[in-house]
C-alpha cells in the first residue's frame, strides 16, 4: 500500500542548521548538542598521505593472508587495554615495532590503538570520547588527537587494531586501521554486524561476554552479507548507507563469566562449529579478559599453551590478543600517574613482553 507523503515545509531548510546554532543547544530532550566537524573535514585537516595509504591496504591484505591460509605466520595483535597518554603510546610502538622486525619471518605484529572502551556500566570511554579524562566528554578534541596518534603510530610502520564501538568513529579513523575487533558486548548487535560489513579491513568478533561462541557465529553470518542501514556521508549528512558484506571475519576466544576457552578442547568446539556453519574456522585466542581472568602475567602461560597446539598441529590457530604495555599492570586514574601503565585493564609490562614474544 502506497502511504501518502507528508508535505514538510522547506525541510531540507528546517533539518540543517549553521554549525554556530548548533554548537551547544540544550534540546528538550535528555540531551545536548555539540557540533562535531565532518568526516571529510578531519580527514581533509589530517590527511592519509598515499605511501601510508599503500602501507595499510598492503598490511590488511598480509592480514587476510593469515586468515585465509595463505601465510602461516602467526598474527599478534599487541599493545595497551586503552591509550590515555600519547606520547607513551608512541615510545611502546617504536619499540615494538623493532620487535615486530626481529621476528616477522614468523608473526604478523599488529598494536593495539584502542581509542575506544565499552564498559559494562559506566567508566573512561577512552581517548576518542574523554581525552581530558574530567568526565566533560570532548569528541571533537578526542577525534583530533586520535587521528593525529594514528598517523604518528601508523608512521611507524606497524599495522594498527581497534575496536570499532561508535559506528561514526570509523568514518573518521577507520582508513588507518589494518584490523578491527566487534567487542565482547556489542557482538549480537545489528547495528556493529551491520558494520562491519562495510568496513575495508578484516574484523575479529569477540564470543560474547557469556562465553558462547554462538552471538560471533551469527555476527560472522550476517557481516558476510549486504546491508542497508542509516549513517552518515563524509560529508556529514544522514544517508542510507549499503554495504558490500565483510567475508574477511574470524572469530575471538576471549573466555567468559569468568571461564576460559583457550584449551583445545574449547578450540575443537570452536572450529567445528565454525566449520558447521559454513564459515572461516581460523580462530585468534585473547590471552587477556576472561581468558587471564584480568590476571596479566597468566596471559603469558595461555599464549605459551596455545602456540604449542599450533605447533601440535592445530592450524586453525591463526593468532593471539595480548594487552601490554610498558609498565606492568594497571592503575586508578588520578593525580600522580605512574607512566607507560594502563588505567583500563591490566598489561603485561614491555620486559615481559619482549621476553614472551621472542620465546614463541
Ligand atoms: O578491555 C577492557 C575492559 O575489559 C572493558 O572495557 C570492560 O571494562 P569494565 O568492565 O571495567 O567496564
Ligand atoms: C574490551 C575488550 O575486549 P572484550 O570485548 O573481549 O571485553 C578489549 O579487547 O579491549
Redesign the pocket.
Known amino acids: 500500500m502506497n502511504m501518502p507523503l507528508i508535505a514538510v515545509e522547506n525541510p531540507i531548510e528546517n533539518a540543517v542548521k549553521s554549525d554556530a546554532e548548533h554548537a551547544v543547544k540544550i534540546t528538550p530532550a535528555r540531551r545536548r548538542e555539540v557540533a562535531l566537524p565532518t568526516p571529510d573535514q578531519l580527514r581533509g585537516n589530517f590527511p592519509l598521505v598515499a605511501k601510508l595509504e599503500a602501507q595499510v591496504e598492503h598490511q590488511r591484505q598480509a592480514i587476510r593472508n593469515i586468515l585465509n591460509g595463505a601465510d602461516d605466520r602467526l598474527l599478534v595483535v599487541i599493545g595497551p ?1 586503552s591509550i590515555h597518554d600519547e606520547v607513551a603510546a608512541l615510545e611502546y610502538a617504536q619499540r615494538l615495532k623493532q620487535l615486530a622486525a626481529e621476528v616477522s619471518d614468523r608473526m604478523l605484529i599488529v598494536m593495539r590503538a ?1 581509542l575506544e ?2 564498559r559494562t556500566t559506566v567508566g573512561w570511554k577512552g581517548l576518542l570520547y574523554d581525552p581530558e579524562r574530567n568526565g566533560q566528554g570532548d569528541l571533537h578534541q578526542g577525534l583530533v588527537r586520535s587521528r593525529q596518534l594514528l598517523l604518528n603510530l601508523a608512521a611507524t610502520g606497524l599495522p594498527l587494531a581497534t ?1 570499532a564501538l561508535s559506528p561514526f568513529a570509523m568514518d573518521y579513523l577507520g582508513d588507518l586501521v589494518s584490523w578491527t ?1 566487534i ?3 556489542t557482538t549480537e548487535s545489528q547495528l556493529h554486524r551491520e558494520m562491519a560489513s562495510g568496513l575495508p579491513m578484516p574484523v575479529g568478533f ?1 564470543n560474547g ?1 557469556d562465553g558462547g561462541i554462538a552471538a560471533a557465529t551469527n555476527a560472522m553470518k550476517s557481516a558476510a552479507h549486504g546491508h542497508h542501514h542509516p549513517g552518515l556521508s563524509a560529508r556529514g549528512t544522514p544517508v542510507m548507507i549499503s554495504t558490500e558484506g565483510n567475508a574477511d571475519t574470524h572469530l575471538v576466544l ?1 573466555g567468559g563469566r569468568g571461564i576460559t576457552n583457550y584449551d583445545s578442547h574449547s578450540i575443537a568446539r570452536a572450529t567445528h562449529a565454525l566449520q558447521q556453519a559454513g564459515l572461516n574456522p581460523a580462530v585468534m585466542v ?1 590471552c ?2 576472561d581468558n587471564a581472568c584480568k590476571q596479566h602475567e597468566r596471559q603469558q602461560e595461555i599464549a605459551r599453551d596455545v602456540v604449542a597446539q599450533r605447533r601440535a598441529g592445530n592450524r586453525h590457530i591463526c593468532g593471539l ?1 595480548l594487552e601490554s604495555f610498558l609498565q606492568p599492570g594497571r592503575q586508578n586514574d588520578g593525580a600522580d600517574l605512574q607512566y607507560g601503565c594502563s588505567i583500563t ?1 591490566p598489561c603485561l609490562g614491555w620486559e615481559q613482553t619482549e621476553a614472551l614474544i621472542r620465546s614463541l
Do not use: V
Open positions: 587495554c584502542y572502551k565499552p575496536e575487533a567487542g565482547a558486548r569477540k561476554t576471549r585473547d587477556s579478559h590478543m585493564d
